[in-house]
Nanobody, 121 residues
Framework: VQLQASGGGLVQAGGSLRLSCAAS????????IGWFRQAPGKEREGVLCISSSGNKIYYADSVKGRFTISKDTAKNTVYLQMNSLKPEDTAVYYC???????????????WGQGTLVTVSS
């Protein structure tokens, strides 16, 4: 499976962005998609995951109530809707595909190229 992440950009604190992770080469019916983010000088951390069956798992407590994950099966695309953005959300966001959701990035074999989200105060 190949992944293409997009939708990042510069936004003011309190604003919203929607990231997309478009898959090709295989249906997302067979893969979980995890969103991870990596801020400068920090480890890549799990944010949210949606399983192949549509179950949603939050890995970062800091995004609960602000970020949601969804899947459009017809478009073979997973979305990360980010609302009430904060400067500490600034990071490169990556989507990864694997058979199951994991909160650690190391089990994921397939990655999108990353999209930069910058939140200004």
């Amino acid at each position: 499976v190949q992944l293409q992440a997009s939708g990042g950009g510069l936004v003011q604190a309190g604003g919203s962005l929607r990231l997309s992770c478009a898959a090709s080469g295989s249906s997302l019916d067979y893969y979980a998609i995890g969103w991870f983010r990596q801020a400068p000088g920090k480890e890549r951390e799990g944010v949210l995951c949606i399983s192949s069956s549509g179950n949603k798992i939050y890995y970062a407590d800091s995004v609960k109530g602000r970020f949601t994950i969804s899947k459009d099966t017809a478009k073979n695309t997973v979305y990360l809707q980010m609302n009430s953005l904060k400067p500490e959300d600034t990071a490169v966001y990556y989507c990864g595909a694997e058979r199951h959701c994991y909160d650690d990035y190391s089990p994921y074999d397939y990655w999108g190229q990353g999209t930069l989200v910058t939140v200004s105060s």
